[in-house]
């Protein structure tokens, strides 16, 4: 089983990335995903999440109208596009799938900074 991030980086405040999450192992469709991020000195807080079929999805309060959570069922990859972004959004952002276990990826690291 496998949930591999990427698609971090540094950018300017204001600027956008889209992370992406491979995921393998494991029947992807059947699983809730989820973003997470931490930032240094922080607890792991719950950025985004989407439901199985993609229908139902929810943002952190900080994150709503700038990130969007999505996913791709027949190539078994979760998204998180991420817009306006600031300085504060700093963090290792990492993927989540919870269903009749629970997994996560190693994270990819978004570094937000002029």
């Known amino acids: 089983v496998q949930l591999v991030e990427s698609g971090g980086g540094l950018v300017q405040p204001g600027g956008s990335l889209r992370l992406s999450c491979a995921a393998s192992?494991?029947?992807?469709?059947?699983?809730?995903m989820s973003w997470y991020r931490q930032a240094p000195g922080k607890e792991r807080e719950l950025v985004a999440q989407i439901a199985r079929t993609g229908g139902s999805t929810n943002y952190a309060g900080s994150v709503k109208g700038r990130f969007t959570i999505s996913r791709d069922n027949a190539k078994n990859t979760l998204y998180l596009q991420m817009n306006d972004l600031k300085s504060e959004d700093t963090a290792v952002y990492y993927c989540?799938?919870?269903?009749?276990?629970?997994?996560w990826g190693r994270g990819t690291q978004v570094t937000v900074s002029s």
């Open positions: 192992g494991f029947t992807f469709s059947t699983y809730a």
């Open positions: 989540r799938g919870r269903g009749f276990y629970d997994y």
